[in-house]
DNA sequence: TTGTAGGCGTTATCAT
DNA sequence: ATGATAACGCCTACAA
């Protein structure tokens, strides 16, 4: 049983004394268990527990010039992707002697480049950045960090270190053709915030387009707000007023395709009939809707637990862990919203 | 200009023979620089410019017996609700010398109470926890902590030292009022999760359906699992199936009245006419939604922001702050959803 | 396997 | 206003 008394905080040379060793030997049996006897071991770690004590992270990162700190940078905080990802961040490094450091870039590179130089003067036991559009200053910090790296949320070709994602061009390609493969013709584009991801979703839209020999005319609406349902909602309407041809949209994410079908619901548009949607992400709402709404699946949790796993076996020095990058993929959940039938 | 270059960390001992002084004068000069002579304080600052010194937190926090970290407890990462409550945290604290440390307690109170233990070791600026149904033990640690302390995202009698939030009971019956004045004579309660602050609005729901006379049947549905749209789907079935005069739902948040809206449109139940709803938080979509949902709007950001700044008045000694306890209130939003028209 | 002792980068106390 | 110089709590060679 833990004893959650004396505030006075207990610190190492307490637990030393009160088992009758040297701090040197309670540091050891802390950090290398199999350096000390069993015996001592026990003693000690009943002494831990009765006396409570707790290490201070100050004291062990200054001497150890190694924290117990994954320093982890993503772009927003209150996008639910992001959530999701966080989600799986803290589930993974539960448990574990390491905690998390956040930092919010607000998809700002140079705010990201500040974050990075902060979070590596705390030498961290890892770090975890999103995507690859960092700032020169950025890759070479990155570049040099001697800690393990893992970019998420994308693929590419030089990694840092390591990388966990999928590519968006893809996925947007995929989803298009779907539209494409459901009998839509004069499928739009709705896009918000335009990050470099989102950018390059709607270059796989055009690429996709093309590449079925159909013309984009003027049916790609984006805008650098940031995105919510109220404006998916906006964005159709524009949308619709200047390409009445439309007959789907490809939405950047689950909120615009949300209120693309809200805004559709007013105008009397039937979906899927009149009007395909599809969104991104795969939000748990998609599925919920009414109609169900289309949407590319986006393994979320699952990056953000890959990379710490990532981190930490780097840490544990196991095996060069195959790949460097970690191709998650994605998938298109095709639901009532693009049901169109050829 | 910041000068990016050697990455052999510099520290204050570099920028100190740098200008020619002591560190204790680099050390005073950024800690209270009203100590050090204008001239000294240009050239220092001018030396940590081009050398790009940058404090190890580790250290200092050694030595000071004190962190620039300010610990905040969330019961969740994923719920929408705690991502705006983030964001005016990491809003508020930008720009200052402090950084947040976040920690997940998933609604279980022990959780809550190991964090804190941890948080509490690096004797933190400040703490923000969630709420005011702590464990004993976790009482006990705040109410002595050497820190400010804020809760958030409620109000209460007895704040271990700041408070800022509102009332969910009123909030809940405030809401009810909102249903039975509009004319819904048999409203409903969807309830997830089933924490405290759920609780306490059920409780308000009754006591509201009690005071103006009307009975609650068997029209309150809850479950502890968490909250979804998929769920508020699901739950609206199951409370019709078993209470068919039902005319009306007050859902604990946003996703369930979300989800109890599609599934009315499933089944063809008008929705303000036959059945009205009423969420929980006002989150953006309730407004986009069609019809538009009426919400009972809480000022999440806000508790978050002023949460930081409770914290940066008390760390600056400003004055004693009025009140103890700010209680931000809500709002019922009455939109489409509700407007039976009395 | 265990103990000794120096050092990690700052802060803070005392002098000067 | 500035400079020495002990802490701060832990880690880690090096010794024993």
Same mark, same amino acid.
């Given at each position: 049983m833990a004893n959650d008394n004396e505030n006075k905080s207990i610190k190492m040379r307490d637990v030393a004394d009160h088992v009758g060793v040297s701090v040197a030997t309670v540091s050891r049996a802390l950090r290398n268990p199999e350096q000390v006897s069993p015996a001592v071991r026990a003693r000690i770690a009943a002494a831990i527990d009765t006396l409570g004590y707790l290490p201070d992270p100050a004291a062990r990162a200054l001497a150890s010039t190694r924290s117990d700190l994954i320093a982890v940078i993503l772009p927003s905080v209150s996008n639910n992707v992001f959530a999701d990802v966080m989600d799986g961040i803290y589930a993974a490094a539960e448990g574990t002697r390491y905690s998390v450091q956040l930092g919010y870039s607000r998809y700002s590179p140079l705010s990201e480049e500040n974050l990075t130089k902060l979070f590596l003067r705390q030498r961290p036991a890892g770090i975890v950045v999103t995507g690859i559009d960092q700032t020169d200053a950025t890759k070479t910090l990155l570049g040099q960090a001697n800690c393990p790296v893992v970019q998420i949320m994308e693929t590419g070709p030089e990694p840092y270190d390591r990388m966990i994602g999928f590519s968006h061009y893809d996925a947007a390609r995929v989803a298009?053709?779907?539209? &494409?493969?459901?009998? +839509? #013709? $004069? *499928?739009?584009?709705?896009?918000?915030?335009?990050?470099? %991801?989102?950018? @390059? %979703? !709607?270059?796989?839209? @055009?690429?996709? !387009?093309?590449?079925?020999?159909?013309?984009? =005319? %003027? #049916?790609?609406?984006?805008?650098? %707000? *940031?995105?919510? /349902?109220? !404006?998916?909602? +906006? !964005?159709? =309407?524009?949308?619709?007023? /200047?390409? *009445?041809?439309?007959? $789907?949209?490809?939405? &950047?994410?689950?909120?615009?395709?949300?209120? $693309?079908m809200f805004e559709a619901q007013r105008r009397n548009l039937r979906v899927p009939e009149s009007l395909g949607i599809c969104g991104f992400n795969d939000m748990e709402m998609m599925g919920a809707a009414e109609p169900a709404l289309t949407s590319v699946r986006t393994f979320r949790r699952e990056m953000g637990e890959g990379a710490i796993q990532m981190i930490l076996d780097a840490l544990a020095e196991k095996a060069p862990a195959s790949e460097p990058v970690l191709d998650l993929g994605f998938e298109v959940v095709a639901r009532t919203s693009t049901q169109r039938g050829g």
């Open positions: 298009t053709a779907h539209l &494409i493969a459901q009998g +839509y #013709r $004069a *499928p739009g584009f709705l896009g918000a915030r335009m990050d470099p %991801r989102t950018q @390059r %979703r !709607l270059h796989g839209f @055009r690429d996709e !387009l093309r590449a079925q020999g159909l013309e984009e =005319g %003027r #049916r790609v609406h984006t805008t650098t %707000r *940031p995105s919510s /349902v109220t !404006l998916g909602s +906006y !964005l159709l =309407g524009e949308l619709l007023s /200047v390409a *009445p041809e439309t007959d $789907a949209v490809f939405c &950047i994410n689950d909120d615009l395709a949300l209120g $693309a």
